[in-house]
Structures are given as C-alpha cells and as structure tokens.
C-alpha cells in the first residue's frame, strides 16, 4: 500500500530526534558534572559537600556503588570478546545484523513509496533483530567511560538510525525502508568476527579481510542512499523528479561510478543523488585507487608465494633463508652466479618470511632461470616441508651486519638452524654468524656435522682477523681481501699503477687435487716447479695429522714436509682453467714443455686411471671428505720431528732478558698465554704518559659505551698474539675507547700479554698524544656496534671522524730514532719526507662511505663514483670493509677449502677442523713439547725490503720471477706479492705505496719494492749489523731428520763472527746447533746465520749455572687454549 509522506517523516525525524537529544542530554550532564567537580575546589565548599554526602551515603548506597563496578566489569569482559559467552555474543550480533540486512534486500524490491503491513513475515522478524540490538546497545553504553565519544562511534549511530524506526513500525502498524541501509556498515567487523572463529590466521588474511569489508560495506551503504533518494526523489520538489530504480540497479550504478567508466545507462536524476554522486567519486578515487589494488596483490601473491618448491628429479637446488632483501638477495646472486650463462645448474630457493617488494621482485624476475621465492619461515616445519629442505643440496642462512641487536640476530639464526636440523638431521648448513662466541652453540647441536659439509662463517672474527693482519703488516689486509672480491666492472685506469692494482685484483684463491707425479717431493721443489713450469704459485696444501687426526692446511710447508697422493693445493690464479694444469702434469710427457698453456691432459698409460676433479668441485652430503683410509699410514718426516722430546725441545729455545716468565703459550700452542692481569694494572692515565713510552705498537680505536653490543676485540687480538711470533716480536695495543665498554671486553682479553687501556676518544687529539701514537706501527679505527639509523650513510660518522682527526696530524721525522726512521723510510714514507702521517688503517661499515675516506688519502688519481675495492685508499691498504664477507656462503658452499685457508690465514691459525679437535680433547691439552712447538712451527706472513733483508743475497733479481725461486730455493721462503710506491720519481711529501697481487713471472722489480711473503717461523730475515753489538743475537733451528746433537756442546763460539754473510748454496735448515756462553749472565741462545730484528723463537727456557754447568729447565705450565675461550 502506499505510504503517506507524514509516515515516511516520522520515521525519518524519530531516528534524528533520538540521535541529537539523546547528545544533548549528554552535553548537559557533563555540564552538571564539571560544575560539580570545580565547586569542589573552591576553599571551604569541598569539605562541606564532602561532610553532607558522608552523612547522606549510607553502607547500603556503598554496596550499590561497589555493585555497580563489578557490573560494569562483566560487561566490559563481554563485549571485548575474552570470555566464551562475550564471543558468542559478538558473533550473534554479527550475525543478526547480516539477517537484518538480508530482510532490507528483500524489501527492497518494492516501491520506496510503498508501506508495508505487519502480514509481512519478514516484519515480526527485523523487529525481533531491533530488540535484541537495543539490548546491545544498552550494554555498550553502560560499559562506555566516555558517553559522548560512544554515543558518535559508527556502531553507535548505525543502531540509533535503524532501531527507533523499529518501534515506530510497530506503533503505527507499517514499515518503511527507511535508512535501514545503514546496517551494511556492520560488516566492518567482519574481521574481528572470522579471527575469533580463527578462520584467519596470517597477517595477509587479516589485511585482505579488512580491505573487502571496507569496499563491500561502501558499496552496500552508497547504493542503498541513491536507491531511497531517488525513488522518494527531492523532498522540495515533493517527489516530481523521482525514478524508479531497484537496489541492484542502484549497486551497479556505484560500481560503475566508482570504476570511473559511467556508461549512461542508469544515472541520478534528483539533486540530492548527483551531490552524492560528486562527492563520492572524489572518495571513492582515493579509496578504491589503494584498496582494490592491494587486495588483488595480497590474492595474486598469496597464490604465487604459499604454493610449495616442485622438486624436480636429477635438478639441485639450495635454500637460503634469513635475511632476504634486496641488497643481501643481490651480493648473494653476484656471488652465487659469478660463472658463464649457462653453467650454473643449480636453482636457488629464497624462504622469506615476508613477501617481496617490488624491487626485490624485479630482481627474482631478471634471475628466473635460478631463483624461486617461497613465503614461509625457517622455524616452521610445514614451510621446510614447501621447500623440500630434505632435498635439497645445502640450506644457507644469510646474517644482517647492519641490524641494531646482534645478539637477537645471531640467536634468531642459531634458532633457524636448530628448526632446519631437528626436522633433516642430514641437511647441510652454511651459516653466517655476527659474533664469535656464538660460535660455540652451533656444534652443540647433535646433528651437526663438519664432515657432512656444515660450516659458519663469523664475521667478526674474520673481519677483525682481516684488520689485525693489517695492522701486523702493511697492506697485508688489502692483499688478503683482494684475493676474495669479485670485481666484475670494467675499470680504465688513469695511471700506470692503477693498471698494475686492477691487473692482481683478478687472481683469486683456487683449489685442485694435484698430479700424483708430485708424491714424495717437498713443498718448495713442488711449488718451485709449478711457479716456473707451469705458471701457478702454489701457497699452501692440505696434509691429514696423523698425530692429530684432523686435515690441517699448511701454508708454506718445510722442506720435511712431502707430498703425498691426491694431496689439494691451494694456488693463487685467475681461473680454473690455469690451476687444473697442475692435476695434468706428467713427468715424462711434459718434461720438455715449457708453455703452461700447452700442458693438458696426456695420454700415458700410468695416468688412464687417475681422476681430476675441477676446481670448484661442489661439496656433497656425506661425501665430503677428501682422504682415504689408507693416507693415515702414510708417514712424514715432518710429523717424525713432532716426537721429539722435552729435552730435545729444549735445545731450541731462548731467554727473554725483559722478562723473567717463560714464553707461555696456550694450550693449543697457538697463542702467547698469561695469567690473568687486573684491570686496573693496565689503565693508563693521559698525566702519566712519560712512563708508558710506547714504540713500534698498535694503536686501537673503539667506539662504544656501556650499553654497545660488544664488538669482540679477543678476535682482533688473538691474530696479534699468535704463537708464531717470539714475545719479542709481540707489539705493545693500547685501546683508546670509554673505560665503561672496554671492563666489558676485558675479561675475554686478561689472559693475553702486553695489552693496555687508554680511557678516552680518538675524537680528542690529546688522548691520541697520550697513548704515544706518533711512535706507533699502525693506528685501527674499529666501526662501532650498528645502531639503528635511517640514514645508511651515518653508520660510519665516528670512524670517519677519528680518521680525520687521526689523518691531520703531522709527525715530523727528525723526532724518529734511527730504527724507527728506517722502517718508516721502507715501508711507507719516502726518505725526503720532512713530515710524515700516522700510518692507519679504517673499517668502514657502509661500503659506499669511501668517498669520505678518498678525501684524505691526498691523492688525485682517486675514481670517483666507484666502489670501495677500486679505491685508491683500499688499494694503499688503508682502508677496510667486511661488506665482501657476504661472498664467502657462495665460496663456502662450492669449495669450502677455500674458506678453511681464509680462516687460517686471519685468525692466527685457527680453522674450523682445529677448533673441533680442541672442542674434543680441550681437557688433554697441555703445554708439553707436542703441543707448544708442533704448533708453533707454522709460516707467518711478513713484508720484507729487497735491499735491507736476506732477499738481497739473491741474485739476479730483475724480476719477480728470479725472486721467487731465489727465496724459496735458498730460504724457503714463499713471495705473494709486492707493495710498491705509487709515483717512484716523485718526490711527494708523502708517498704512498699500492698492493700487486701476485705479479707475473717477468714482472721488473724496483729496488724500493717490499715483498709480501709466507715467511718460516724459523727463518731469521734480517742481517746481523755488526757494527752495533746487541747483548744478545738469535738465529733459529728447524729440526732436520738427523739426530739432533746434544745441548750441552763442548765448544763455544763468538755470536758475531758466526754471523758472517754464506753463500746462497748453503741451507739454512742444515745447520748444527750449537751453545753460545754469554758473560755477565747473558742468556743462552743457538744461533743460525740470519737475525730478525724482533727476534723469531721457538720456545723460552731459563738458564742458570750450577758447579760451572749449564743446566736448561724449560717452563711449563697447564692453561686452556685461547681458542677456545668464549668471547
């Protein structure tokens, strides 16, 4: 029947009443109630009303009151859907409203104008709804604190324009559609409703069930205004200008607004429907423009991100999970796919725990050939279950360096690794590990396994490794760094020894299983040979102890040491094509070749059944290691000499006349060892700095406060303490850093010699003046614990400012002692030089900060634009930055020999293999000759100037090739490359030098050129001056494989006239030992034909006379190895 509009206004006006007298009502109590509060602060009028209301109030009136509250409580407890029955009552309301607006659909297909009677069914029904919505109502405004903020809540005034048209239906016995449209905003909590049931769980579902309620709820609502405005039409126009238009009409037309497209065919024609229409196409263009999108992405990814990794059978693929994002996806995939197009078969599965940006997606889309990206996480068995970790080759984990709490990083990666092996045991793990002591959990897991191939890769103790070899010798942290960055970009050099820095940043370190036809030759022959006949410069091999039961590499091996079958050699080269000739190599076939490029494969019947593997041979499960049974029993001459007794051991050591303790090293033998020191006995003070002068030391700066994350300075010492140095040749550290940071660090350094602590900053010249740095070797600037920054470029403010600080200082030469002038002269600085710069060396964070550095290097021929490892400052070894770390998961991964001869080289002779055995028999360990000397007997690396060291006694010497087999052939000792001055004729205030990795056979030497070299610890590489006699004079013994003779030698002989220059054909190594008597209780000391200026030893003993006799009592004493103390 039709509806009168006085009908239709009483519907309209009962629901407009309610809302704005029910807030007016509101206002005026908070009126009242504000007035009351201030008449209670007036003076006097508070305690009077509080005297009335105290004679008024009753107990009764207290227990209503307290009533009261527990009443609200339970309300506030139901409705926040914690309770059982508050959820059943959220969901019934959801639900109800959704019935409600059901019913309105179906109203409304008849006329707006049309009144419908209580016949209807569907009438009884909604008023039954209202009812039960005014009884939630009520709830939720007696739980309301703030009244007025509830009565203008969405929820709130949905009900107030829908519920009292209810009742007014009901008083005049006919119904109207009304604003009953409204109840479409209820599906807002569409949501909050389906986490309740736990339909939805991600957060990816939450975000997409939010985005649909919100367009489906301004959809239902919009249509549902222009259906009741234009078919009532405008209310001044008495209805004239009104269309007939169902709801469904009205929801296209929405749709088809909101798409911008407007087809004409159903448009507004009453003005309150095109003022609407205006309005919400501006809304519904910024809304729907943001909305519609991100839900079509979230459904899009969800199906292309959750599916699971189809194995494919015969194709290996790895997992890398942690920290994915662009920058760490992209040094991975650079590193990773450094081969030819083509020739990598083996796809990578990326497990991020968020989906990827666009950015990142663009790079898996440029990569699609290797890389699938799966959404899940580590820690979750059903997503190692998508990626079929069961299967796959190796799972990788990838570390954030840049992340403010290394701590939580390193614990949430440790967590991954545990979820990864509890679910495969067999699974091989390459992880990278932020700091050293969190080293120690890993092997602790029962399932990890470093024969199966698992390994860690710790940044800090490889970066601090790195920084602490620079600090032992100059440029050795660029060398050593050069030999491990991947430097694909094309370089134009602009000067001549640009060209020579770019050409030995091509050779990197390469492994391959050499040719049986070098089984039983010693290292120098093999190397020698290699070197000459096939172009390869052979460092280090790989020898299995048979003492030990651990593979141990050995860099520079004596000449005892022989080689035996399929042993690996460690080469420096540019390709693998080059190293594979020495697993070629036949002695009968190739005998009269001399062109490397010639030698391939022969065709000799001795050699059809012999196997070259490449040089990147990929590590497999349960396959990894490399020796057979039968090379245990394959006894060296070299490991006969580690049986040698106390007594005989004896024979070759020295005294220390500075110090009365004997040379204590660590149970491992691997580091020089102390007793615990104090603290307080090693703090400097700035007032005392004339008791304290430092010389020829190493300078450490370090950032950070008693919060700081702790950095691990132990990894930066325990290079510098490593057992082959003498404690004579041990440098003095002094740390400048806040006193508050370094007690933290303290107790992991106590046990190591000669270590002091400057409170203070390196920001402060006078802290630096205090810890003597104008007499130091090298100056560290060590980068501070990350913080967190939105700017990348911050991380390094400190670090560049104490290198600007440190960088402006001007030390003038003349103030040098005479020692010191000359090291200065050889190793950085030209002999003109009036003033000279400390020399230093930076760790950088932010790779990209070299700029900063570039500026106070004072050179012109800086690249600019280019990153850090084409720098000019990087190239002088002045600068440092662990960014190149990232690299070695790929190397670790294809060869992870590799990474065992990097570790070795930085830490001071640590590898992962050693630091098992120690784990094993750390509480056998003790400081008998085996473990002390054995250990010790390894090759340091070293500078030496061709003209002032025993490499002069080498001629010729035009090239480095003559130079190469002249040291190896006469000294043993091992040339890697040369640290030569940028501009030889100039004459420059300051003259800097550059690193040449590993020179070319006829590279032409200079006579200002320093040689870097593996030096033997045994090996003295400075003449003896004769001319300035010193107490006392060390040279040092090998055992050879004869008897050695007996200590105490009948005949004495005078050091200086025993250190007379011999010819280049006499071994160093052969010499017979003999005691030197000493007067005025000068120390005991065998000699050999070479001095070091820091002398090199082998142990310490102490010497006494007793009746005319010399008696040697070697000290002892029972310590844990330094390597494996916590950090």
Request: glycine fraction near 6%.
């Amino acid at each position: 029947m039709p509806c009168p509009s006085e009908i239709q206004v009483a519907f309209i006006l009962s629901s407009f009443v309610t809302f704005f007298l029910g807030l007016l009502i509101l206002f005026i109590f908070r009126l009242i109630w504000r007035t009351i509060k201030k008449w209670q602060n007036i003076k006097g009028t508070g305690i009077l009303l509080e005297l009335l209301l105290t004679k008024s109030i009753g107990n009764g009136h207290l227990e209503s009151l307290h009533f009261q509250g527990i009443f609200r409580n339970h309300i506030e407890m139901l409705l926040s859907a914690q309770t059982f029955v508050g959820q059943v009552l959220v969901i019934l309301v959801f639900v109800l409203s959704i019935g409600s607006l059901i019913i309105y659909f179906i109203n409304s297909s008849d006329p707006v104008g049309s009144c419908s009677s209580y016949e209807d069914k569907t009438i009884p029904i909604d008023l039954t709804f209202n009812v039960f919505f005014s009884f939630y109502f009520g709830l939720r405004f007696v739980a309301a604190d703030d009244k007025i903020k509830f009565w203008l809540e969405m929820n709130s005034i949905v009900d107030i324009f829908t519920v009292p048209p209810t009742f007014i239906s009901y008083y005049l016995k006919s119904n109207w559609l009304g604003l009953r449209f409204l109840r479409a905003l209820r599906l807002l909590e569409l949501p909050q409703i389906l986490q309740i049931l736990r339909a939805i769980r991600t957060s990816n579902a939450v975000k997409f069930s939010k985005l649909l309620s919100i367009v489906l709820s301004t959809w239902f609502t919009a249509a549902g205004f222009i259906h009741l405005v234009e078919n009532s039409g405008d209310p001044w126009l008495k209805g004239r200008n009104s269309q007939n238009i169902s709801y469904f009409e009205s929801i296209y037309l929405v749709m088809a607004t909101t798409s911008t497209v407007g087809f004409g065919d159903v448009v507004a024609k009453t003005s309150l429907g095109r003022t609407f229409i205006m309005f919400f196409t501006l809304g519904s263009l910024v809304l729907f423009a943001n909305y519609v999108p991100e839900m079509v992405e979230l459904f899009a990814n969800k199906r292309k991100y959750t599916s699971a990794y189809e194995v494919v059978k015969g194709k290996k693929f790895i997992v890398v999970c942690g920290n994915i994002t662009v920058d760490s996806v992209t040094a991975f995939l650079r590193n990773f796919l450094r081969h030819k197009a083509g020739e990598i078969n083996i796809e990578i599965v990326f497990l991020g725990e968020v989906p990827p940006s666009l950015e990142l997606e663009t790079i898996f889309k440029c990569n699609m050939a290797y890389t699938t990206f799966v959404s899940g996480s580590a820690l979750k068995w059903d997503d190692l279950r998508r990626v079929a970790v069961e299967s796959a080759e190796a799972c990788l984990i990838i570390a954030n360096p840049l992340c403010s709490d290394l701590q939580a990083e390193d614990t949430s990666n440790i967590m991954r690794v545990l979820s990864i092996k509890n679910y495969c045991p067999n699974t091989r793990i390459i992880i990278q590990i932020l700091q050293s002591h969190n080293k120690v959990f890993l092997p602790k897991i029962p399932s990890w396994s470093w024969s199966t191939g698992d390994n860690i890769i710790c940044f800090a103790e490889l970066k601090l490794g790195f920084i602490a070899q620079g600090c032992l010798v100059p440029g050795m942290c660029t060398f050593l760094t050069s030999l491990f960055v991947e430097q694909n970009k094309k370089v134009f050099p602009k000067q001549p020894w640009q060209k020579y820095f770019f050409n030995g940043l091509k050779n990197k370190i390469l492994t391959q299983r050499l040719s049986d036809d070098f089984a039983g030759m010693s290292f120098p022959d093999v190397s020698r040979l290699c070197f000459v006949k096939l172009g390869l410069m052979l460092i280090a091999i790989e020898h299995k102890s048979m003492f030990h039961g651990y593979c141990s590499l050995l860099l520079n091996p004596p000449v005892q040491v022989k080689l035996r079958k399929n042993t690996l050699g460690f080469f420096i080269a540019e390709s693998a094509k080059e190293v594979i000739r020495a697993a070629f190599y036949c002695a009968s076939c190739h005998n009269d070749i001399f062109t490397p490029e010639l030698i391939g494969k022969c065709s000799c019947k001795a050699k059809v059944h012999r196997h070259f593997p490449g040089t990147a041979v990929m590590v497999k499960k349960n396959t990894v290691r490399e020796f057979s049974d039968s090379t245990v029993h394959d006894c060296m001459i070299w490991g006969q000499q580690k049986m040698i007794s106390n007594v005989t051991l004896a024979t070759r050591t020295f005294l220390y006349e500075a110090e009365q303790d004997s040379d204590h090293l660590d149970s491992s033998g691997m580091f020089h060892w102390c007793r615990a020191t104090s603290l307080d006995s090693v703090i400097l003070k700035r007032m005392d700095k004339s008791k304290h002068e430092f010389r020829d030391h190493v300078v450490a700066c370090v950032f950070g406060d008693a919060t700081s994350t702790l950095i691990g300075l132990r990894n930066f010492v325990m290079p510098l303490r490593a057992s082959s140095y003498t404690r004579m040749e041990l440098k003095d550290i002094v740390f400048i850093g806040s006193l508050d940071y370094l007690k933290r660090e303290w107790i992991f350094l106590r046990n190591f010699p000669r270590i002091f602590i400057l409170p203070g900053s390196a920001l402060f010249p006078q802290d630096l003046h205090a810890a003597n740095i104008e007499e130091c070797s090298m100056c560290a600037v060590l980068s501070s614990s990350s913080k967190a920054s939105s700017n990348p470029a911050l991380v390094d403010t400190e670090t560049i400012m104490a290198t600007l600080n440190i960088g402006s200082l001007r030390i003038s030469c003349s103030d040098q002692s005479p020692e010191e002038s000359r090291r200065n002269s050889a190793y950085r600085f030209s002999g003109t030089s009036k003033y000279r710069r400390i020399p230093m060396l930076t760790e950088l964070k932010n790779p990209s900060n070299i700029h900063y550095i570039e500026q106070l290097s004072g050179l012109d021929e800086t690249f600019s634009g280019t990153s850090l490892h084409l720098s000019t400052s990087f190239s002088t070894g002045t600068v440092f930055s662990g960014s190149f770390l990232d690299s070695l998961l790929a190397t670790a991964f294809y060869n992870y020999h590799v990474l065992e001869l990097l570790q070795m080289l930085v830490t001071g002779g640590i590898s992962s293999q050693m630091e098992q055995h120690f784990d094993k028999s750390v509480c056998g360990l003790t400081n008998h000759g085996t473990s002390l000397t054995s250990e010790r007997m390894r090759c340091k690396l070293g500078i030496l100037s061709l003209n002032e060291t025993i490499l002069s006694d080498i001629k010729p010497r035009q090239t480095f090739g003559q130079l190469f087999c002249g040291s190896i052939d006469n000294f043993g000792i091992l040339c890697l490359g040369l640290y030569r001055m940028i501009d030889e004729e100039e004459n420059k205030p300051e003259q800097n030098r550059f690193v040449i990795t590993r020179p070319s056979n006829t590279f032409k030497l200079l006579p200002s050129d320093l040689v870097f070299c593996a030096i033997p610890f045994s090996t003295s590489c400075y003449k003896l001056d004769t001319t300035s006699p010193s107490p006392y004079e060390t040279i040092n013994i090998v055992p050879t494989s004869e008897k050695p003779t007996n200590t105490n030698h009948s005949s004495t002989i005078n050091p200086v006239s025993q250190t007379t220059t011999q010819p280049l054909t006499t071994s160093l190594h052969y010499l017979e030992p003999k005691t030197i008597s000493i007067s005025d209780s000068k120390q005991t000391v065998l000699t050999q034909s070479r001095k070091l200026p820091s002398q090199t030893y082998l142990g310490e003993t102490e010497t006494t006379r007793e009746n005319g006799k010399e008696k040697m009592n070697e000290s002892t004493e029972e310590n844990a190895p330094a390597s494996s103390k916590p950090n």
